[in-house]
């Protein structure tokens, strides 16, 4: 009885650990995303980001405010928004995940009463193994002319490193990486870009289309020929240290033009321990309503 007893215990033990290691699959995030559009169509607005928001969750209005607190106090808004995740990750151990995509927004019947734009959703894994919306923003744009291609890439697994013990600390580490990067922006924009931008990176800018790849970006930031000055608010890394996120505060000047702007960034750590962005959005604060 015993012996039993020990090969069922082992067994269930097996099992857990299995599942355990089970490969996470980008598709988990991607899912989450189409669902929340239903949603949306389904329930409107509000109560769709009520209802999958995460309690520190937050949306740029046109500062950072919970999600909770503004939708909780804001009348159930008007018109018909979708959109479709068409760049997705996921952390190697399936806490923290993003999608990118095109957006439109219908406050009315005519084509003319569309807005398009593009959208970036940062996720987090709570305790029931859902994922819940931690951040939300996008920008605007004119129509797009192409369709924009399919980006889902599974998490690489070899920049797995050990699971992090002390959140707080990876915390700290994602705080002092954008802040020398903000630190960087101030004494040469340009330079602190082609230092810190992934060579995959994704640029998001409002008033245009979403710029792919180091040499594209660099070459946007030359010809528009802007200065960057920003301040970090917050930040996360996912316990698996292999993704992070931070945003903050930024003042873009353009010539005599100063606008202000919330900004994200999205990490990843390459294969020597290296943070880069992976993705940039800046939040245009007199645009927002």
């Known amino acids: ?13 097996y099992t857990t650990s299995v599942m355990a290691q089970t490969p996470v699959t980008v598709n988990k995030v991607v899912t989450t995303e189409q669902n929340f559009n239903k949603l949306v169509a389904k ?15 937050i949306v740029f209005k ?17 018109g018909s928004l979708t959109w479709e995740p068409k760049f997705a990750r996921i952390s190697v151990g399936g806490d923290l995940a993003f999608t990118a ?50 980006d889902f890439k599974e998490p690489d697994l070899t920049k797995k490193i050990e699971v992090s013990k002390d959140p707080f600390n990876g915390k700290k580490l994602i705080m002092g990486t ?6 960087a922006l101030s004494l040469y924009t340009l330079g602190a870009y082609k230092e810190f931008l992934s060579p995959e990176g994704r640029y998001y800018f409002p008033g245009f289309e979403p710029m792919t790849g180091q040499d594209k970006i660099l070459k946007f930031i030359e010809n528009e020929a802007i200065n960057i000055t920003a301040e970090t608010v ?10 992070a996120y931070s945003y903050g505060r930024a003042v ?31 939040s245009a604060v007199e645009n927002e309503q």
Request: aromatic share 12%.
């Open 43 to 57: 329930k409107g607005i509000k109560d769709a980001f009520l209802e999958v928001a995460d309690p520190e969750g």
């Open 101 to 150: 995509g095109p957006y439109v927004f219908q406050n009315g019947k005519n084509d003319d009463d569309k807005v398009y734009g593009d959208y970036v959703s940062i996720w987090r894994n709570d305790s029931d193994n859902k994922f819940k919306l931690l951040i939300d923003l996008g920008i605007q744009h004119p129509e797009p002319e192409q369709a924009t291609p399919i």
């Open 62 to 78: 046109p500062n950072a405010v919970k999600i909770e607190d503004f939708y909780k106090n804001i009348q159930k808004q008007p």
């Open 178 to 183: 954008d802040d020398s990067f903000n630190h």
């Open 1 to 13: 009885m015993k012996n039993i007893l020990f090969a069922v215990i082992a067994l269930a033990g």
């Open 252 to 282: 873009i000047k353009k010539g005599n033009i100063v606008s202000k702007y919330n900004y994200v960034r999205i990490w990843e750590i390459d294969k020597n321990h290296k943070w880069n962005i992976l993705l940039e959005v800046f």
């Open 234 to 243: 917050n930040a996360g890394r996912a316990l698996s240290n292999d993704m």
